[in-house]
């Protein structure tokens, strides 16, 4: 089990409201894996790669799936710009995708939002990891911010509702 440290294991979903900056993938991905170890109703995610330092990670690929398999209302959303060499080189997140397709999804974003380039992670409409350069590690985070999730998310919905499957997500069943 990896360790997270202190400044993000004491951290609660929903009502720890200090924001704090992160610069590295190591912060990001233990950001990641505590806010994902509190979800309760929603996890989205907008990528340009899925970000393979921070989401091809047991430990977190572990969370998601607890997530989804102890709550029936459980929704997990991920937009990811390039999923064609994520597919190729293989990626845990891409593989619980493939076993628990019920409760997660994936898709590519339409063409209007090709440019989008930030790295975005909403929990349970609370929680946000924020990197406004997703080619970038540096960024913030905050486990209590509905307003800024709020903004995220209608952004977020608004990408969903245009985007489509990727067609490297398509498995041949023998």
């Known amino acids: 089990m990896q360790y997270i440290r202190p400044e993000f294991a004491n ?3 929903g009502e720890s409201s200090e924001e704090l900056q992160i610069e590295s993938s190591e912060q990001n991905q233990e950001a990641a894996l505590s806010m994902v170890r ?6 989205d995610i907008v990528s340009r790669d899925l970000d393979p330092a921070v989401y091809d990670d ?9 997530f989804v398999l102890n709550n029936r209302q459980a929704r997990v959303r991920i937009l990811v710009q ?3 060499p994520v597919v190729k080189r293989g990626h845990q997140l891409v593989e619980l995708f493939f076993r628990l397709t019920t409760f ?11 440019d989008y380039n930030a790295a975005v992670m909403v929990v349970d409409r609370r929680g946000v990891i924020l990197r406004s350069l997703g ?8 486990f209590n911010d509905p307003r800024q999730a ?3 998310l209608r ?5 969903w509702a245009v985007a489509k499957p990727d067609p490297n997500l398509r498995r041949l069943h023998m």
């Open 135 to 142: 080619d970038r590690y540096e960024g913030s985070v905050n």
């Open 58 to 66: 047991a430990d977190f690929t572990q969370a998601v799936k607890n």
């Open 104 to 114: 997660i999804d994936i898709r590519e974003p339409s063409r209007d939002h090709a």
């Open 38 to 43: 509190q979800t309760r109703r929603a996890l």
């Open 155 to 159: 952004l977020f919905d608004d990408m």
């Open 11 to 13: 951290l609660v979903l």
């Open 82 to 84: 390039d999923l064609g």
């Open 150 to 152: 709020g903004e995220l």
